[in-house]
């Protein structure tokens, strides 16, 4: 069911890699509540040539970037305005890449020059769309920008490896931005920590299959699904949310704040 929450609205979606991205649920969740997209991707994703599919569903332009270079940002944010008109109403920010993970490298062992570009895309990457967005005064008046993270920021899960550093990073650039943000513009600058999630940066991690069942069993409502969190995203960008900023917003059945559940309990139970 649509409410026409984004009606009139302008947005920019990072990270429809697939189907089964959480940024390409989250495209088609905005655009039936009648919000206007554009879409982009690092150009080695584009050649996958999927995202054309989600182009023609949602009637958007595909624009390459890659968010560890600033002349490919400035140049998204230029085509968009151009695109739309105007300036920028939300932005997702659905990014994530680890190097030291997919090359097999374990937490004591990581490489720090694959480290750098870890932070660089997963992390950094939020303040240089919001730096670009910024310096070219790209965003409305109360925009909202929503970027995805994991609980691992704030606690261990061993095979989340470097990603865990890379979310921490995430979400105090999260804060410091935007506050900036809110200061200057009233533009709302908030994260999103999902349930683990069958994408391709979701099972990239170790262990997937027992982390995610395991998840499932320790939330009360279950785990989080991405369509559900499109449209949580698609809350956090209309006007319903306007004084909600800086936020690390737990979006996972209620994970985070249980202790331990019955099934949990059960499966350890020795007789
Ligand atoms: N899947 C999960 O279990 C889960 C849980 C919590 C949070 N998240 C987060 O959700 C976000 C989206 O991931 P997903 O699970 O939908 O997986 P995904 O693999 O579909 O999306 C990751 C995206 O990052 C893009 N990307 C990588 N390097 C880039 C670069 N240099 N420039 C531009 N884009 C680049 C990829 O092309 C891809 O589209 C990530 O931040 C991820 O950490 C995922």
Not at 182 to 194: D, E, I, L, P
């Amino acid at each position: 069911m649509a409410y026409n929450l984004l009606k009139g609205k302008k947005g920019i979606i990072f990270g429809a890699l697939d189907e089964n991205s959480i940024a390409w649920k989250t495209a088609l969740r905005c655009h039936e509540e009648g919000a206007q997209l554009v879409l982009t991707n690092a150009p080695v994703a584009l050649r996958m040539g999927e995202i054309n599919k989600l182009a023609e569903a949602v009637k958007a332009p595909v624009i390459g970037a890659d968010v560890t270079n600033m002349d490919d940002l400035k140049k998204l944010f230029e085509e968009s305005m151009k695109h739309f008109g105007g300036g920028i109403d939300f932005v997702l920010h659905s990014i994530g890449m680890s190097l030291n993970v997919r090359k097999g490298k374990s937490y004591t062992e990581i490489d720090y020059e694959w480290n750098k570009k870890t932070l660089d895309i997963s992390a950094m990457s939020l303040h240089r769309v919001l730096r670009t967005a910024w310096d070219m005064d790209a965003l409305n008046e109360g925009a909202s920008v929503v970027a995805l993270t994991y609980i691992a920021a704030q606690r261990v899960f061993p095979d989340y490896n470097e990603m865990a550093d890379a979310k921490a990073l995430l979400e105090s650039v999260t804060r410091s931005f935007g506050y900036y943000y809110g200061v200057k513009k009233k533009v709302r600058v908030n994260t999103v920590s999902q349930s683990p999630t069958r994408t391709t940066a979701g099972s990239g991690v170790k262990g997937f299959d027992g982390f995610i069942n395991y998840a499932e069993k320790m939330s009360p409502l279950g785990n989080a699904s991405a369509d559900e969190c499109a449209g949580y995203c698609v809350t956090l960008f209309s006007d319903l949310t306007k004084m909600v900023t800086m936020q690390n917003l737990f979006h996972d059945g209620g994970f985070s704040f249980t202790g331990v559940t019955e099934p949990v309990i059960n499966s350890m139970a020795t007789k």
